[in-house]
């Protein structure tokens, strides 16, 4: 089972949801040789329910995962904390649902939960939680007190990380984890389709639940694969979501773009440029 451990469900947190970018989204994950992927969405994101009520309805549930089009997706979400720094968590929906909608108080910056009390929140559900990306810039992780860098269950060996400064990424995410004995894991941090695969986790066994893949993480059955053009990818990515969030800024329809639908640009774009004209008059 190749999975992929901290990915993105939308081009970006600030824009609508599209049921139609995410469909293309889980497509293009399959065709880059992924079995499974976590969606750990950003948990102040616009529209997370209704992401999360679209990939349920078009899915078979198979224990703790939905099955959507052939791709196993484990419910997540990404979570930001006082000190600075992202934190990843893995679960049933039910629970992943409930907790975002419990940190609807805290999802603005300034109000962000420091992490020793949104692990004890955590620790009221089934999930496990991760430190993502521990060492980019702006992060703080690894400056948390030893005892609740313990209270971490894994860490996040980060595509985009590693794409930029691979050696250091990989030293340093390896040695947090070996010193606290916690797996490290691989997670491209898409949220654009190109990066798919720039990272992936392999493991013998498929799982279905969220304590059966931790188990198999603990007990290091699995290996990290970091493709030879992750960079090539990564920066590919980065162009064309800056580009598809311009076009998005500029009243286009960056869906329709990627899925080739002339017509409908066409549309958009003289009905932008009536918009333009008359704002001039």
């Not at 880059?32 to 948990?43: I, N, P, V, W, Y």
Request: hydrophobic residues 35%; contains cysteine; charged residues 25%.
């Amino acid at each position: 089972m190749y999975i992929d451990f901290h990915t993105h469900g939308k081009l970006a947190k600030k824009l609508p949801f599209s049921e139609e970018y995410t469909h293309w989204l889980f497509s293009e994950a399959r065709q880059a040789g992924l079995d499974a992927l976590c969606l750990t969405e950003h948990f102040n994101t616009l529209g997370f329910d209704r992401l999360y009520r679209f990939i349920a309805k078009h899915s078979e549930r198979e224990g703790d995962t939905l099955i959507f089009d052939g791709l196993r997706i484990f419910p997540g979400m990404e979570t930001d904390i006082a000190e600075g720094g992202h934190i990843l968590s893995i679960g049933p929906m039910e629970a992943i649902l409930e907790l975002n909608r419990r940190l609807e108080p805290h999802k603005e910056k300034g109000h962000f939960l420091p992490f020793q009390e949104l692990r004890d929140l955590f620790d009221q559900y089934p999930v496990i939680v991760g430190g993502a990306h521990p060492f980019r810039e702006g992060g703080h992780i690894p400056e948390l007190p030893e005892e609740q860098l313990a209270r971490f269950d894994f860490f996040d060996l980060n595509g985009k990380d590693v794409a930029e400064h691979r050696m250091r990424t990989e030293r340093l995410t390896y040695h947090l984890g070996e010193s606290l004995h916690k797996p490290v894991v691989g997670g491209s941090d898409t949220h654009q389709a190109v990066q798919y695969g720039c990272i992936r986790t392999r493991f013998e066994k498929t799982c279905t639940t969220v304590p059966e893949l931790y188990e198999e993480m603990q007990s290091g059955n699995y290996e990290i694969a970091i493709s030879d053009q992750a960079a090539f990818q990564v920066k590919t990515a980065n162009l064309l979501k800056r580009a598809l969030k311009e076009i998005h800024a500029l009243g286009g329809d960056y869906v329709a773009l990627l899925m080739g639908k002339e017509s409908e640009i066409s549309g958009n774009a003289l009905n932008f440029k009536e918009r333009k004209r008359r704002n001039a008059s």
